[in-house]
């Protein structure tokens, strides 16, 4: 599942080209994308003739805002991509198999495509009622506010740190990278933790998440993720533990287990994290 960094890359990118234009035309074909909406007519009547006014993001969700206060929310879920296909090209390049929502702009089309069908999108006002549950952005809490919540909870790291309601765009994935470099197991529980053990998590945090933004997120063997032009991401290359079982702990030479923990595959160094 495309998580903060994946989420933040097609946000930058769809910023760029989509904020000031209209959204001349609404498609969309697959009620379960739009299951929040009674009809297609209703989700896409929405939108149609809104100008675009900002592209933000909280927590995995993509919120596009158009002028009025009203809200599309875009959530890729497990396989959800957007794709840019510039005005020029439109003609040319046939729509891919599960094309299921399509904002056609003056200066192209953005094509939502989603094999699964887990993601959705939706309508919605500006405060965005919907997405209340979450918690503060995992990339903007501060040091601090992260020591505070820790000492008040009993819950191991891992599962904490991706429960969106206390920290909004970790999942699996960044969960395992951020522990690694932090040097902290998974069930550890959170309120352990030491004041130089809080601190280093959330360094680790900050550096692990920015790092990944900068190299437009991380694409796994089945290259889910694309980003809005659809190339795949890059920082994949640069993991320490995800999805690396047995290949050499890059701090200390050990080799890097697999557990299954919650249905979930753990990754982690058994020297290095304690």
């Not at 234009?21 to 609404?26: A, G, H, K, P, S």
């Not at 296909?85 to 599960?98: G, I, Q």
């Not at 030479?253 to 697999?258: H, K, T």
Request: net charge neutral.
């Amino acid at each position: 599942m495309p998580e903060l960094p994946e989420v933040e890359t097609v946000r930058r990118d769809l910023a760029s080209l989509a904020v000031g234009r209209v959204i001349e035309q609404v498609e969309a074909t697959a009620p379960r994308c739009i299951r929040r909406h009674p009809s297609a007519e209703d989700f896409c009547g929405r939108l149609a003739g809104g100008r675009i006014g900002e592209v933000d993001r909280r927590g995995k969700y993509l919120l596009v805002r158009l002028d009025g206060g009203v809200v599309l929310v875009v959530h890729l879920g497990m396989s959800g991509q957007l794709l840019w296909v510039p005005a020029e090209a439109v003609a040319d390049e046939p729509r891919r198999k599960h094309t299921h929502v399509v904002l056609t702009l003056d200066a192209g089309e953005v094509r939502y495509v989603d094999p699964r069908t887990f993601g959705e999108l939706f309508v919605t006002t500006d405060d965005v009622p919907e997405l209340a549950h979450l918690g503060p952005d995992a990339i903007a809490v501060g040091p601090a506010d992260l020591k505070t919540v820790l000492r008040a909870r009993r819950t191991q790291l891992k599962p904490l740190l991706m429960d969106q309601r206390f920290l909004a765009g970790i999942g699996n994935l960044y969960a395992d990278e951020i522990l690694w470099l932090a040097k902290l197991r998974y069930d550890r529980p959170a309120d352990s933790l030491t004041a130089a053990e809080v601190r280093r998590l959330h360094a680790a945090m900050v550096e692990t998440l920015n790092a990944a933004i900068e190299r437009r997120g991380s694409s796994l063997a089945d290259e889910q993720y694309r980003d809005l032009f659809g190339a795949v991401g890059d920082y994949q290359a640069d993991h320490n533990a995800y999805d690396r079982e047995g290949k050499p702990c890059p701090r200390c030479g050990r080799p890097i287990v697999r557990l299954k923990w919650s249905g979930r595959s753990t990754f982690l160094c058994p020297r290095c994290q304690r």
